[in-house]
T-cell receptor, first 117, second 113 residues
């Protein structure tokens, strides 16, 4: 079984400050990890993914995420937040060993990011 | 290049009715997955279609069924609607392969009265 925990329902940060949105995961094998963002009444937009290799992954809109295998974490970060980054962020995991190559994603419950002036 | 499209945008049904939702994948994609997102929750995986067959299924009852057509588009059917089926239904497409990211459509908002 695979699961994702996003321990913070909401994160507040001032514009220009760094932001971190936390994510921890559980899979029986090695994970593929993803971050998505959702704006009101919209579908999910892909931000970045970890497949293998460098533990620091860079994605869209200046976001990056750090994979930490020992802590089973994949926190989303941005050095300088913008008001336009305010949205709902989802972390998702997929077990590499899924039978038949299926690509079911298991999502966390989401973290609402609010960036204020 | 059109992304993932879904129809209809909104739908209102009553308990016991049946509903069909439609999805066209992003150009070049061959795999379609469906998710249910209840209010305030993360998306929950319903099932995935590849080569016109259901390849993987989440913990949803048999009332939820689907189909994939030769052009890779897909339908989600829900029978005997319950109030608890009210949610945003998201379609996602990708290339086959567990490492590939999924691209999501805008969703269909289903309200069951």
């Amino acid at each position: 079984a695979q699961s994702v925990a996003q321990p913070e329902d909401q994160v507040n940060v001032a514009e220009g400050n760094p932001l971190t949105v936390k994510c921890t995961y559980s899979v029986s094998g090695n994970p593929y990890l993803f971050w998505y963002v959702q704006y009101p009444n919209r579908g999910l937009q892909f931000l970045l993914k970890y497949i293998t290799g460098d533990n620091l992954v860079k994605g869209s809109y200046g976001f990056e995420a750090e994979f930490n295998k020992s802590q089973t974490s994949f926190h989303l970060k941005k050095p300088s937040a913008l008001v336009s980054d305010s949205a709902l962020y989802f972390c998702a995991v997929r077990d590499r060993r899924t039978a038949g190559g299926g690509n079911k994603l298991t999502f966390g419950t989401g973290t609402q990011l609010k960036v204020e002036l | 290049d059109a992304g993932v499209t879904q129809s209809p945008t909104h739908l209102i049904k009553t308990r016991g009715q049946q509903v069909t939702l439609r999805c066209s994948p992003k150009s070049g994609h061959d795999t379609v997955s469906w998710y249910q997102q209840a209010l305030g929750q993360g998306p929950q995986f319903i099932f995935q279609y590849y080569e016109e067959e259901e390849r993987q299924r989440g913990n949803f009852p048999d009332r939820f069924s689907g189909h994939q057509f030769p052009n890779y588009s897909s339908e989600l059917n829900v029978n005997a609607l319950l109030l608890g089926d009210s949610a945003l239904y998201l379609c996602a497409s990708s290339l086959v392969g567990a490492h590939n990211e999924q691209f999501f459509g805008p969703g269909t908002r289903l309200t069951v009265l």
